[in-house]
């Protein structure tokens, strides 16, 4: 099992990020699967959630209306498009997924929100 994020990156408030968590070693399409994210000095948190055919999702309060988690499972690929970001937003983000009996992380990927 392997989960690759890419798409962080440097971006003023109010600026865009699309993010990308590639998946192989397992039946993607047949998986849930998260967004959490790590600032600086803090404990982890899920952004988010999306089911395994994309049907449902949910996010934290902090990100609603701006995040949107999404799923290509022809392409084994998670995506988080993210509008609106604020400098809060800032940390390492990884994707998430448990696959039975362990829960897989990927590397992270740094998005920084400053001017």
């Known amino acids: 099992v392997q989960l690759v994020e890419s798409g962080g990156g440097l971006v003023q408030p109010g600026g865009s990020l699309r993010l990308s968590c590639a998946a192989s070693g397992f039946a993607f399409s047949t998986k849930n699967a998260r967004w959490f994210r790590q600032a600086p000095g803090k404990v982890r948190e899920s952004v988010g959630f999306i089911s395994s055919d994309g049907g449902i999702t949910n996010y934290v309060d902090s990100v609603k209306g701006r995040f949107t988690i999404s799923r290509d499972n022809t392409k084994n690929t998670m995506y988080l498009q993210m509008n609106s970001l604020k400098p809060e937003d800032t940390g390492v983000y990884y994707c998430?997924?448990?696959?039975?009996?362990?829960?897989?992380w990927g590397q992270g990927t740094q998005v920084t929100v400053s001017s």
């Open positions: 998430n997924i448990f696959v039975e009996p362990t829960n897989y």
